[in-house]
């Protein structure tokens, strides 16, 4: 199993681009969840999912927006990119709510200039 | 609400020596409590939990944590530090009442071991 998978990598914005940054996992996962992190900051929940059609802001949603339309795929949106944005990405997967980890995707790196 | 503190930015261990890493969080509820692990450029790697039962949870690589409900504590062991532990640490709560399960993340403590 691949695992979570994100993509890409690496990635640099002009401030009012958009994009989409892609999350995949292959574990049949219902739960899946958008991460940012910023140093210092620990990890702040943007926006999440509980299964396709479902999901929910997190603590930080505003400037994003997310679909998932199939249990495979959670892909997060950035719309008019701001340099708050500036940040590295995690998506993550589990397979309920509460008491079992989550399983987390290698991240995307987005510089705003 | 909930929230996890690390109150250490940085430890600094030899190797060889004990590590611990520090975490208390202030939950209105029970937790469920969580360590995670992050090495450079890579996504956070799970270690170890408690759900609940015997306080003392060990996980991978060695490391060990142990819950203390008075003191609201879940800090995170490793009797003999390797150079390879060295890394950044997170501790996450998620609330048993939660149906959603969100997990609340701390700031993070790096660790440093050296030979």
């Known amino acids: 199993n691949a695992g979570v998978t994100q993509t890409p990598k690496f990635r640099i914005l002009k401030i009012g681009q958009s994009m989409t940054l892609q999350c995949t996992q292959d574990?049949?996962?219902?739960?899946m969840y958008w991460y940012r992190q910023d140093p210092g900051m620990g990890l702040k929940l943007i926006y999440y999912?509980?299964?396709?059609?479902?999901?929910d802001k997190g603590e930080v949603p505003n400037g994003y927006n997310v679909s998932r339309s199939t249990t495979e795929d959670f892909p997060l949106r950035l719309e008019l990119a701001a340099p708050s944005q500036t940040s590295v990405y995690f998506c993550?997967?589990?397979?309920?709510?509460?008491?079992?980890?989550?399983?987390f995707g290698p991240g995307t790196r987005l510089t705003v200039t | 609400a909930q929230s996890v503190a690390q109150p250490e930015d940085q430890v600094n261990v030899a190797e060889g020596n004990p590590l611990t890493v520090k975490c208390t969080y202030s939950v209105s509820g029970n937790p469920y409590l969580f360590w995670y692990v992050q090495y450079p450029n890579r996504g956070l790697q799970f270690l170890l939990k408690?759900?609940?039962?015997?306080?003392l949870v060990k996980g991978s690589y060695g490391f060990e944590a142990e819950f203390n409900k008075s003191q609201t504590s879940f800090h995170l062991k490793k009797p003999s530090a390797l150079v390879s532990d060295s890394a950044l640490y997170f501790c996450a709560v998620s609330l048993t009442t939660d149906s959603w399960g969100k997990f609340q993340f701390g700031a993070g403590t790096q660790v440093v071991v050296t030979p």
């Open positions: 574990m049949n996962h219902n739960y």
């Open positions: 993550a997967s589990s397979e309920r709510g509460g008491s079992v980890e989550q399983y």
């Open positions: 999912s509980v299964g396709a059609g479902i999901t």
């Open positions: 408690y759900i609940t039962g015997d306080n």
